[in-house]
Every structure is written in structure tokens, then in C-alpha cells.
């Protein structure tokens, strides 16, 4: 299997899967659609097309059966209902479960279920498949016989083997029943035939086996030559037609068999020998870096390509005219602009090549129609999803890294919020309840919500189911407001549902979302009204690679803080400042708000007795606000964003490490991390 032709195949086949899981679950409300029948149709040939080229069996038996199906059904002869939707679905869960193993490494993929084969099988010529099980009518024929003393269980010379043949050819011709060929005449029996008589009698079999008058015929296009050369459009248009005529005619389906591996390239002789730990290791090495090379795979329009061609040309004279000016005695201002041109030149390249990066949500979203449909009828409730604004882009690792959040939340709100078709009913509620995903982009941000037209939630149920799993008590509950009352379905081991389901119910997974969303330095947002829906926002960077930040400092050492989490910025105040319960506090604007001196935690070894340091710095982490105590801030910077080490990974409060504009080193501070250390 040619690795690189596997690789484009994967990228193609990965498409595909994504534009068929929303058109399978689009085809269920308008079942009659051509195009979107011939676009299922030409999706799974595409599939099978790629895996016949690569000799991936099942992949191309199972694909083989759904793209019978889908023919049928764009032809008029089988409609596509529920028991067709669910065998269609589970067909494409095994395409979709196959593609993936290839992507994880796996080569050699196990047989394609034949129940599944048999179901499609069923769909597509079902009055073939109840037939085809019935034993054939059983009638009186005559029987060979073994001339005398020829034991049936030993073995038989040549002349009792030619004396059979002659008994079966005399019973034969006795029956009567069973045509015979002719040969032409001035044929001699037993010397040789040209080809023309040969085909003559290919001729005179099929006739005499089906009847030539019977026998459906492959018809050229109008205005083609029969004679002549066809086009590739012109042979595609037969073999369809020939695999039409094939559905149509019983006789000619024989029973599927597992076609032969392909065997383009003989095994070496050592591969004979048994496989060593070392051979295993690389196998696991090979599938792991075939996983890779399709994950590091992204489609780029050319013309993106072009814009950053372009860029680095300028780049380059840029770079000429710096050159120049190093050796010369030109004034000031020339160097001035050119810098000012170089700043202008890489401020456009970093946003050229920032949007070959970028994907558009719907890559995300794409996967949701086909989970709220298998919710919904799993739960007995009726759902129409609707997404808006995918077409907005974010960066590619945040495309992955938001996937797993949005699904838990989508299940949350067609699980939790909305009601069953009855008791909306009651509530003067449609019987269908509507879940929205929106995406669009906010300045340097995007902007994802999820809203449920449910049943909303009860901030005082909340409240209370907080007293009873002892996560505060009764003081202190009745104190929150609503909205931090909404806030505690983010902690761990919180749930309202009465009864644990595989669906949810066991308190796990939304505090999970928090801490991923709060990882991509987002917030999350929660808005319910009781009776009317829950609206869930999250609110994340564009991009992870570049990073607006504040830089601050502490004697010599620099940091850089977020820019997206910095409020504001004011003098350190003692009057303005008090302790809590052991916590300093500073009071702004009627609200105390927790102060952290970072010099304490940061560099304890040079913190001074006394420290008050210089300046605030307000920053919001996920629904909390915390004051930043700094000796002194430096200024706005955009950073690249540099992992830690293997060594430095376990450090709580680091989100990674930066060069600054000066040369300089700084760390770059993880602002969930530094507030849960303080706490």
C-alpha cells in the first residue's frame, strides 16, 4: 500500500465523511432532494473509488452497498425511510470507523460485518435476498452410476472416468431439456477454431443461456462512435449503466466474495521469519507517524499562497535596503522608514500566514447535526439544531481543542434542557424544541453560544443542591445571585438530574469543559430564564500561536500577562486596602476584590519585608476578578508563544516562554494557575 497515495486518499476520505455526516442527517427532512442524493451517491463512489485503488476490502464491500442503495433510491425504486435512514447510518459509522483506523496506522483492517452487508443487501434488492436463502425446488434427474466393481471411496482409472463422462453426456442428451451448441458448419470438431467462430459460439451460449431477446444491453450515448475512442465522462456513464443493469437482472448478482489482497509487490524473504519486539516497536513507531503526517495536513487556497509570496518579496528588499544602510552615512530618517517598512512588512506577512492557519467553525459544527439526531431519538424528543455563522474562522488548534467542550455542552442542553414533546405541549410550547450554535468574531476573539428554548434552570434548586452535596452552606448559598448560582453547574460532582443515565447525570464533564475552555485563556458564560431556555457563551482567542500581552517586571526578571484578561491598571493604594480573613483586599469601585503579590510567590528569595509594590493590575480569570500587585509594567507586546521544557511542564502558573523585543527571556504567566496557587 503506497504510503504517500494513502495520505492524499485520508485527507480526501476525511472531507467526504464530514460533508456526508451532515447530508445523511439533512437527507432525513427532505428525503426526495436529487442533488442531495446524488451528492451521497458520488460521496460514498468517491470513497469506494480511493479504497479500490488501495485494496481496502471491507472498506470498499460496505461503500460498494451503500452506493447500491443511494442508486436506487436517486432512481425512484426504494425510498429512503427510518429502517433505510438507520442501516444508512450504521453503513457510514463502519465507513467512518475504517477511515479512522487508517488514520491511527492500521493496515490491515478487519472483515466487513455481514450482517450490516446483508441489511444494505436487503434494502436495495429485497425480493433478491428472500430468494436467494430459498432452497432451489428439488426434481427427479438421473443419476451417474459407477460401473461394476469401482469402489465410490478409491480412486479411478482414466478409462472409468472417460466412460462416466460419456454416461453424462448420453444422460444429458436424453433429457431433452437442456440446449446444446452448434458448432458452424465446416467447423471440424476436433481440430482448431478461428476467433470469429469462437466468439460465434460465445454469441450462440448467451442466447441459448438467457435469451439475446431478455437480456438487457449496454447503449453508447448518442453521437458516439462505436468504433472510436470514448471519453472518461463516456465510460463513467457505462459502467453506471452497467451497474444498474446488474441490480436489475437476479441471475447476474453472484454471491460477494472477499476479493484477493493485492499483491503488486512481493514480501521479502525475512518477512517470513517471526516478528521481533524491535519489528513491533516499529510498526507502533509507523502508525503513530502516519497519524501524524494526516494531522499535520491542512487545505490552503493558493491565493493565500500568493499574498505571503508576495510579502516575503518585500521582505527581502527590506532586508537590501537595511543591508545598504548599515555600510553608509544616511541620514537617520532613511533608517526610520525602513524600519517602519519592515514593521508594516512583517505585521502583513504574520497575518497572512495566521490565516493558512485558520478553518472555518463549521468544521466543528459539522459533527452536530448527527449527535443531536441520535440524542433525540434516543430520548424520545424532538429537536431541530440550527448553526450560524460557520463560516467564521479560528485557528486550526483551536478548531480540535474546542470540539470535545461544544459536544458535552450540545448534549447538556438536548439532555437537560430540552423538554419531551407532551410537556411542552402543556407549556404551550411547539413540540419541537430548537437548539441553536452561533459562532462569530468579536475584535481578536470568537464568540460561541448555545442556546435551548428548555425548560431554563432555577437558580434556587441550584442553591439548595449545592447545601446538599456540603459545597457551602445555607449562609452563604442564599447569598449568591443568580448568576453565580448558574455558575455552580461548573463545579465538579454537581448535577440536578435525579437519575445517573449514560448520558449524564454523574456530576462529570462541566467542570471539565470550564477547565479546557479556561486553558485557551476563555470565559464562559451562563445565562437562564426559568420556563424560556439556558444561553451558554464562550468567549476564546482566535488564535494560541501569537499572544497580546502586558509586560511587567520585578527587579531584573520580566513576565507578560494575557492582554485579553487585564482590566485595569492603577498605583498601589494602602488606603485603599484591607484584610479578610487573613486575605488583603483592595475595595474598588464598592467591591472587594483579592489582591496577589506575585514578587512573594514568583521570587520570594529578593521579596522585601513589608512589600507593597507599585501597581495593580485588575485581571478577570474564567468568573472572578483578582488584583495583581507588580513593581512595575513595561508596556503592550505581542509574544510568540515558546513550550516549556519536559523539566518545567509540572510548574503550576506558566503558560509557556517568550524572547522579547530587548533579547531577553520571560515567562509567561497562566493566570487560572497563579490565582488557584494563591487560593
Given at each position: 500500500m503506497d504510503e504517500e497515495i494513502l495520505q492524499d486518499f485520508l485527507v480526501e476520505a476525511g472531507e467526504l465523511v464530514e460533508r456526508l455526516d451532515e447530508q445523511l442527517v439533512e437527507l432525513e427532512h427532505a428525503p426526495t432532494d436529487a442533488d442531495l442524493l446524488n451528492a451521497i451517491f458520488?460521496?460514498?463512489?468517491?470513497?469506494?473509488?480511493?479504497?479500490?485503488?488501495?485494496?481496502?476490502?471491507?472498506?470498499?464491500e460496505v461503500c460498494h452497498r451503500a452506493e447500491n442503495v443511494f442508486d436506487k433510491i436517486r432512481n425512484g425504486d426504494v425510498s429512503y425511510d427510518a429502517t433505510a435512514a438507520d442501516v444508512i447510518m450504521r453503513a457510514f459509522d463502519v465507513i467512518s470507523d475504517y477511515i479512522g483506523q487508517l488514520n491511527d496506522g492500521e493496515r490491515e483492517l478487519g472483515d466487513a460485518d455481514q450482517s450490516l452487508l446483508a441489511e444494505l443487501d436487503q434494502l436495495w434488492k429485497p425480493s433478491k435476498a428472500v430468494t436467494s436463502t430459498e432452497e432451489p425446488a428439488q426434481t427427479d434427474q438421473p443419476k451417474l452410476s459407477l460401473p461394476e466393481g469401482v469402489d465410490p471411496?478409491?480412486?479411478?482409472?482414466?478409462?472409468?472416468?472417460?466412460?462416466?463422462?460419456?454416461?453424462?453426456?448420453?444422460?444429458?442428451?436424453?433429457?431433452?431439456?437442456?440446449?446444446?451448441?452448434?458448432?458452424?458448419?465446416?467447423?471440424?470438431?476436433?481440430?482448431?477454431?478461428?476467433?470469429?467462430?469462437f466468439e460465434a459460439l460465445l454469441n450462440q451460449r448467451d442466447a441459448l443461456s438467457g435469451g439475446e431477446a431478455d437480456e438487457p444491453k449496454l447503449k453508447l450515448p448518442e453521437g458516439v462512435d462505436p468504433d472510436g475512442e470514448i471519453s472518461d465522462d463516456e465510460f463513467e456513464a457505462l459502467l453506471q449503466q452497467r451497474d444498474s443493469l446488474t441490480l436489475d437482472t437476479p441471475a447476474a448478482e453472484p454471491t460477494p466474495k472477499k476479493p484477493p489482497k493485492p499483491a503488486d509487490k512481493p514480501a521479502p524473504a525475512s518477512s517470513a521469519k517471526?516478528?521481533?519486539?524491535?519489528?513491533?516497536?516499529?510498526?507502533?513507531?509507523?502508525?503513530?507517524?502516519?497519524?501524524?503526517?494526516?494531522?499535520?495536513?491542512?487545505?490552503?487556497?493558493?491565493?493565500?499562497?500568493?499574498?505571503?509570496?508576495?510579502?516575503?518579496?518585500?521582505?527581502?528588499?527590506?532586508?537590501?535596503?537595511?543591508?545598504?544602510?548599515?555600510?553608509?552615512?544616511?541620514?537617520?530618517?532613511?533608517?526610520?522608514?525602513?524600519?517602519?517598512?519592515?514593521?508594516?512588512?512583517?505585521?502583513?506577512?504574520?497575518?497572512s500566514v495566521m490565516k493558512t492557519r485558520m478553518q472555518p467553525v463549521k468544521k466543528v459544527f459539522g459533527r452536530f447535526p448527527r449527535v443531536v439526531r441520535d440524542l433525540a431519538r434516543k430520548l424520545g424528543k424532538e429537536i431541530e439544531l440550527e448553526l450560524k455563522g460557520e463560516d467564521t474562522d479560528l485557528d486550526k488548534n483551536l478548531v480540535e481543542a474546542l470540539a470535545d467542550p461544544l459536544v458535552h455542552l450540545v448534549r447538556n442542553s438536548v439532555d437537560h434542557g430540552i423538554e419531551m414533546p407532551d410537556d411542552?405541549?402543556?407549556?404551550?410550547?411547539?413540540?419541537?424544541?430548537?437548539?441553536?450554535?452561533?459562532?462569530?468574531?468579536?475584535?481578536?476573539?470568537?464568540?460561541?453560544?448555545?442556546?435551548?428554548?428548555?425548560?431554563?434552570?432555577?437558580?434556587?434548586?441550584?442553591?439548595?443542591?449545592?447545601?446538599?452535596?456540603?459545597?457551602?452552606?445555607?449562609?452563604?448559598?442564599?447569598?449568591?445571585?443568580?448568576?453565580?448560582?448558574?455558575?455552580?453547574?461548573?463545579?465538579?460532582?454537581?448535577?440536578?438530574?435525579?437519575?445517573?443515565?449514560?448520558?449524564?447525570?454523574?456530576?462529570?464533564?462541566?467542570?471539565?469543559?470550564?477547565?479546557?475552555?479556561?486553558?485557551?485563556?476563555?470565559?464562559?458564560?451562563?445565562?437562564?430564564?426559568?420556563?424560556?431556555?439556558?444561553?451558554?457563551?464562550?468567549?476564546?482567542?482566535?488564535?494560541?500561536?501569537?499572544?497580546?500581552?502586558?509586560?511587567?517586571?520585578?527587579?531584573?526578571?520580566?513576565?507578560?500577562?494575557?492582554?485579553?484578561?487585564?482590566q485595569e491598571i492603577f498605583d498601589y493604594d494602602a488606603d485603599l486596602t484591607n484584610r479578610i480573613d487573613g486575605q488583603m483586599m483592595v475595595r474598588l469601585r464598592e467591591k472587594s476584590i483579592p489582591l496577589l503579590f506575585l514578587?512573594?510567590?514568583?521570587?520570594?528569595?529578593?521579596?522585601?519585608?513589608?512589600?507593597?509594590?507599585?501597581?495593580?493590575?485588575?485581571v478577570s480569570v474564567g468568573n472572578q476578578r483578582a488584583g495583581l500587585v507588580v513593581d512595575q509594567v513595561d508596556g503592550q507586546e505581542e509574544v510568540v508563544i515558546k513550550p516549556l521544557g519536559v523539566m518545567m511542564k509540572h510548574l503550576q502558573g506558566y503558560a509557556g516562554a517568550t524572547i522579547t523585543g530587548n533579547g531577553n527571556i520571560a515567562l509567561i504567566l497562566d493566570l487560572p494557575g497563579v490565582v488557584e496557587r494563591f487560593q
Amino acid at each position: 500500500m503506497d504510503e504517500e497515495i494513502l495520505q492524499d486518499f485520508l485527507v480526501e476520505a476525511g472531507e467526504l465523511v464530514e460533508r456526508l455526516d451532515e447530508q445523511l442527517v439533512e437527507l432525513e427532512h427532505a428525503p426526495t432532494d436529487a442533488d442531495l442524493l446524488n451528492a451521497i451517491f458520488r460521496g460514498f463512489h468517491t470513497i469506494k473509488g480511493g479504497a479500490g485503488f488501495l485494496g481496502v476490502t471491507p472498506l470498499i464491500e460496505v461503500c460498494h452497498r451503500a452506493e447500491n442503495v443511494f442508486d436506487k433510491i436517486r432512481n425512484g425504486d426504494v425510498s429512503y425511510d427510518a429502517t433505510a435512514a438507520d442501516v444508512i447510518m450504521r453503513a457510514f459509522d463502519v465507513i467512518s470507523d475504517y477511515i479512522g483506523q487508517l488514520n491511527d496506522g492500521e493496515r490491515e483492517l478487519g472483515d466487513a460485518d455481514q450482517s450490516l452487508l446483508a441489511e444494505l443487501d436487503q434494502l436495495w434488492k429485497p425480493s433478491k435476498a428472500v430468494t436467494s436463502t430459498e432452497e432451489p425446488a428439488q426434481t427427479d434427474q438421473p443419476k451417474l452410476s459407477l460401473p461394476e466393481g469401482v469402489d465410490p471411496d478409491g480412486e479411478i482409472s482414466d478409462d472409468e472416468f472417460e466412460a462416466l463422462l460419456s454416461q453424462r453426456d448420453a444422460l444429458s442428451a436424453d433429457g431433452g431439456n437442456e440446449p446444446k451448441l452448434q458448432l458452424p458448419e465446416g467447423v471440424d470438431p476436433d481440430g482448431e477454431i478461428s476467433d470469429d467462430e469462437f466468439e460465434a459460439l460465445l454469441n450462440q451460449r448467451d442466447a441459448l443461456s438467457g435469451g439475446e431477446a431478455d437480456e438487457p444491453k449496454l447503449k453508447l450515448p448518442e453521437g458516439v462512435d462505436p468504433d472510436g475512442e470514448i471519453s472518461d465522462d463516456e465510460f463513467e456513464a457505462l459502467l453506471q449503466q452497467r451497474d444498474s443493469l446488474t441490480l436489475d437482472t437476479p441471475a447476474a448478482e453472484p454471491t460477494p466474495k472477499k476479493p484477493p489482497k493485492p499483491a503488486d509487490k512481493p514480501a521479502p524473504a525475512s518477512s517470513a521469519k517471526p516478528a521481533t519486539t524491535a519489528g513491533k516497536d516499529n510498526a507502533k513507531d509507523d502508525k503513530v507517524q502516519a497519524k501524524a503526517n494526516v494531522e499535520s495536513t491542512v487545505r490552503v487556497d493558493t491565493r493565500r499562497l500568493d499574498e505571503i509570496m508576495n510579502l516575503v518579496g518585500e521582505l527581502v528588499l527590506v532586508r537590501n535596503r537595511l543591508l545598504t544602510l548599515r555600510g553608509s552615512k544616511q541620514s537617520e530618517e532613511d533608517l526610520s522608514n525602513a524600519v517602519a517598512n519592515l514593521d508594516h512588512v512583517t505585521t502583513d506577512l504574520q497575518s497572512s500566514v495566521m490565516k493558512t492557519r485558520m478553518q472555518p467553525v463549521k468544521k466543528v459544527f459539522g459533527r452536530f447535526p448527527r449527535v443531536v439526531r441520535d440524542l433525540a431519538r434516543k430520548l424520545g424528543k424532538e429537536i431541530e439544531l440550527e448553526l450560524k455563522g460557520e463560516d467564521t474562522d479560528l485557528d486550526k488548534n483551536l478548531v480540535e481543542a474546542l470540539a470535545d467542550p461544544l459536544v458535552h455542552l450540545v448534549r447538556n442542553s438536548v439532555d437537560h434542557g430540552i423538554e419531551m414533546p407532551d410537556d411542552r405541549e402543556q407549556d404551550n410550547k411547539p413540540r419541537k424544541g430548537t437548539v441553536i450554535l452561533a459562532a462569530e468574531q468579536e475584535g481578536d476573539h470568537i464568540l460561541l453560544s448555545i442556546t435551548d428554548d428548555g425548560k431554563g434552570m432555577d437558580p434556587d434548586i441550584l442553591r439548595r443542591k449545592a447545601v446538599e452535596k456540603g459545597m457551602m452552606d445555607e449562609v452563604s448559598a442564599s447569598q449568591l445571585d443568580d448568576k453565580a448560582a448558574f455558575e455552580l453547574i461548573l463545579s465538579a460532582g454537581f448535577s440536578t438530574a435525579e437519575q445517573v443515565s449514560d448520558i449524564s447525570g454523574r456530576g462529570v464533564g462541566m467542570d471539565v469543559v470550564k477547565s479546557m475552555i479556561t486553558k485557551l485563556n476563555g470565559s464562559i458564560d451562563i445565562h437562564s430564564v426559568l420556563g424560556e431556555g439556558t444561553q451558554i457563551k464562550i468567549r476564546v482567542p482566535l488564535t494560541l500561536a501569537i499572544l497580546p500581552t502586558l509586560m511587567v517586571s520585578f527587579d531584573e526578571d520580566s513576565y507578560a500577562i494575557p492582554l485579553t484578561s487585564v482590566q485595569e491598571i492603577f498605583d498601589y493604594d494602602a488606603d485603599l486596602t484591607n484584610r479578610i480573613d487573613g486575605q488583603m483586599m483592595v475595595r474598588l469601585r464598592e467591591k472587594s476584590i483579592p489582591l496577589l503579590f506575585l514578587q512573594e510567590w514568583l521570587n520570594p528569595d529578593s521579596a522585601k519585608e513589608n512589600y507593597l509594590g507599585d501597581k495593580v493590575i485588575i485581571v478577570s480569570v474564567g468568573n472572578q476578578r483578582a488584583g495583581l500587585v507588580v513593581d512595575q509594567v513595561d508596556g503592550q507586546e505581542e509574544v510568540v508563544i515558546k513550550p516549556l521544557g519536559v523539566m518545567m511542564k509540572h510548574l503550576q502558573g506558566y503558560a509557556g516562554a517568550t524572547i522579547t523585543g530587548n533579547g531577553n527571556i520571560a515567562l509567561i504567566l497562566d493566570l487560572p494557575g497563579v490565582v488557584e496557587r494563591f487560593q
